[in-house]
């Protein structure tokens, strides 16, 4: 069975700090999809940056940037340079297929916190 | 704009009382899902949809109905809520490409 990770239920960053937040997947499919999502207080979803399984180079959009460890079974997203805006619950996220069919495997979620 | 539309934002209702969750989305998607919610359990999929009337169920399905009459719409029925049903839900859509994946706002659900 499909599986997501997140170890990390709080964590607490410096503004203007780099931090990274831990994923883990469990899948025996070939091809996949992994995204991150970014849920601020007011509930919606955001959806911030996704890796193909075949994916040679890690994905970056702006300050996110995800450390896919294939061997590892992991994608730790990165985000750079941290501001008080960042503060959210963020959700791992998988989907068979490399990702297209809309199927998403979630995990808990950690929940970030900004420090000024 | 592309976006994905739930009504209603908010709902309480009685247990035992139909309900239905309307989504609808305008970027002619061929996939559509039903997640919910729930503090400490993330998101977990009740019902996807590939297409028009093809749906499959995911992780919690009991409880709830779907339907798939039209590309754009993916209504979420529940017969007869339950207070275990109380909950955030979400509507999403997405195409071919993965990075297409768009959530609605959300519908928060309370059966008393």
């Known amino acids: 069975a499909q599986k997501i990770t997140q170890t990390q239920p709080g964590m607490f960053v410096q503004e203007k700090e780099a931090v990274t937040l831990d994923c883990t997947y469990d899948t025996s499919d070939q091809s996949y999809g992994l995204f991150w999502y970014k849920q601020p207080s007011s509930g919606e979803m955001i959806f911030l940056i996704y890796q193909g399984s075949y994916d040679e180079q890690n994905a970056t959009e702006g300050r996110y940037s995800l450390n896919f460890q294939k061997a590892r079974k992991s994608a730790n997203l990165v985000i750079s340079a941290s501001q008080l805006g960042d503060s959210a619950m963020y959700f791992c996220a998988m989907s068979p297929e490399g990702g297209s069919q809309g199927n998403l495997i979630f995990g808990k979620g950690t929940k970030l916190s900004v420090k000024p | 704009e592309a976006q994905v539309t739930q009504n209603p934002r908010y709902l309480i209702t009685v247990t035992g009382k139909k309900l239905t969750v309307t989504c609808s989305q305008n970027?002619?998607?061929?996939?559509m899902s039903w997640y919910r919610q729930d503090p400490g359990l993330g998101l977990r999929q009740i019902y996807y949809s590939m297409n028009v009337e093809v749906t499959d169920k995911g992780d919690v399905p009991e409880g709830y109905k779907v339907s798939r009459k039209e590309k754009r719409n993916f209504p979420l029925i529940l017969e007869s809520p339950s207070p275990n049903q109380t909950s955030l839900y979400f509507c999403?859509?997405?195409?071919?490409?993965?990075?297409?994946?768009?959530f609605g706002p959300g519908t928060r659900l309370t059966v008393t």
């Open positions: 970027m002619n998607h061929e996939y």
């Open positions: 999403a859509s997405s195409s071919l490409d993965p990075r297409e994946q768009y």
